[in-house]
């Protein structure tokens, strides 16, 4: 018999549950990594080559 009431039980299964979902999400982000580090290259870029030209009134 085990020790934990039910509603112990039900909220190790939510958590249980939660952490597997996040799981795939990490997985995903990591798959994503390289795209997202490209996009990050490529707006700095963006914005240093529009910072170097200032805007005449």
Known sequence: MSTLSKRERQALNDIFLSLGKNEGFFA???????EFKHYLKMLFLRHKKNSNHSIRY
């Open 28 to 34: 995903r982000m990591k798959e994503k990594k390289s």
